[in-house]
């Protein structure tokens, strides 16, 4: 039985223009007698970049893989154009060299091996991975890692990106730098981007968008704006603003 509250209507299907959106609407997901999602409404428009915050088990990574189409909603509608699901952890094939982890995304769509280290390879100058091409993932730093597993939804060639809290195992110097790097990624390489996190400066500093929600069954109960100009900073003001209004909406004191 659908949640209270949500449509019985139940769809997931791609947007018809193609343009890399995703569209979420009333939608209710559960597991057993636990309720996850329920009522939840949620737009990106292509290659924008929304950042959703919330406490633990509001169903965060349960809407990434309804997005990813990894899982089906009880109640509401699912469209989004194709995407690509980048887990918390790397997941990267401990036998395989970083130039073969990154190219599984072309194996996937049908490309032969050196085809698809030919492909990759121009790409790990670009992410800072330059003479790293024949490491094994246990010698990569762990920011490195995170690069080639990046890499590999990239070449996906999947218009929408989910990142499940990428940078969650990084130590926080490490984190920091891998923020401001994938925000410069982006700006090279857009994307429709919905990412989760625990970080509410980090969602701040990497989004157009901060969407709160509550504590299970997860709802939206906040859409914030962040019309700022990039590179963002910690301790701008105009940043520590809003990074008090999310942690107001999660009924966190700042």
Do not use: Y
Not at 2 to 18: F, M
Not at 131 to 160: C, Y
Not at 203 to 231: F, K, Y
């Amino acid at each position: 039985m659908p949640a209270k509250g949500a449509t019985e209507l139940t769809v997931r299907a791609p947007l018809v223009d193609g343009g890399g959106g995703v569209w979420v609407d009333s939608v209710a997901r559960s597991f057993g007698q636990l309720c996850a999602l329920e009522g939840l409404s949620l737009r990106v428009a292509p290659h924008e970049v929304v950042a959703v915050v919330g406490p633990s088990g509001c169903g965060k990574t349960t809407l990434l893989e309804l997005i990813c189409g990894l899982q089906n909603p009880d109640a509401g509608t699912v469209r989004a154009d194709p995407a690509a699901l980048m887990p918390q952890r790397d997941l990267l094939l401990p036998w395989l060299s970083a130039l073969d982890n990154a190219g599984l995304a072309l194996r996937a769509r049908g490309a032969a091996r050196t085809q698809a280290r030919a492909r990759a390879a121009p790409w790990f100058e670009r992410f800072g991975l330059e003479g790293f091409e024949d490491t094994r993932p246990a010698q990569l730093s762990g920011g490195m890692r995170q690069r080639v597993s990046f890499l590999r939804s990239l070449l996906s060639g999947k218009p929408v990106l989910a990142l499940d809290e990428p940078f969650a195992s990084l130590d926080a110097i490490t984190r920091l730098q891998m923020q401001g790097w994938l925000s410069e990624v982006l700006a090279r390489e857009p994307r429709t981007v919905v990412l989760v996190t625990h970080d509410v400066e980090e969602a701040v500093v990497l989004g157009d968008r901060v969407v709160v929600l509550s504590p299970r069954p997860g709802r939206a109960v906040a859409d914030i704006e962040v019309e700022l100009t990039r590179p963002r900073h910690r301790t701008d003001p105009d940043v520590v603003a809003l990074r008090e209004r999310a942690l107001e909406a999660l009924g966190v004191g700042a």
